[in-house]
């Protein structure tokens, strides 16, 4: 007997988000770029434990697997790049940068995202959107 799953996905509102999410995208060159990424931790814990930032790549996209600063582990699967924290505490900012670079073209790039959530409380969650500057934005 056939079965169906139907998922679909609600952006949290930025009010409402536990986390506060920015991304900044520097490219270096047409290949090659530095992702910037902001998270500050505003839930109504006085910590969050293990936080999970999930940076979709660009298709065609990798990044360079190196271990930020403030990064307890890191995975690479899927075209997704993952960072664990251990902890974040209320109002902590903690700025991440990931090297991208492109390992084969693809026409028409759309846009990836990057969430952040509370490993052991997914619903403390944010999402940001980021794409590749179009040739007018360079």
């Known amino acids: ?17 536990a ?7 520097e490219p270096h060159g ?11 931790y505003t839930g109504s814990r006085n910590v969050s434990n293990m936080v999970i930032v999930n940076v979709k ?3 065609g996209f990798s990044p360079q697997t190196t271990m930020p600063v403030g990064v307890s582990r890191i995975e690479s699967k ?10 974040m505490d209320a109002g902590q900012t ?12 693809v026409e ?13 409380v997914t619903d403390e969650a944010a ?3 980021y794409q590749w500057p179009t040739s007018s934005e360079e």
């Open 94 to 105: 903690l700025t991440l940068s990931v090297s991208i670079f492109q390992e084969f073209p």
């Open 30 to 40: 047409k290949i090659a770029a530095m992702l910037n990424i902001n998270v500050t």
């Open 127 to 129: 999402i940001v959107g």
């Open 19 to 25: 986390f506060q999410l920015s991304l900044h995208l």
């Open 78 to 87: 899927d075209g997704h790049f993952l960072m664990y924290i251990e902890k």
């Open 108 to 120: 028409n790039l759309q846009e990836a995202h990057v969430s952040v959530y509370d490993y052991y």
């Open 1 to 17: 007997m056939p079965q169906t799953s139907l998922r679909y996905h609600t952006l949290p509102s930025p009010v409402a988000a």
């Open 57 to 59: 790549m660009l298709s």
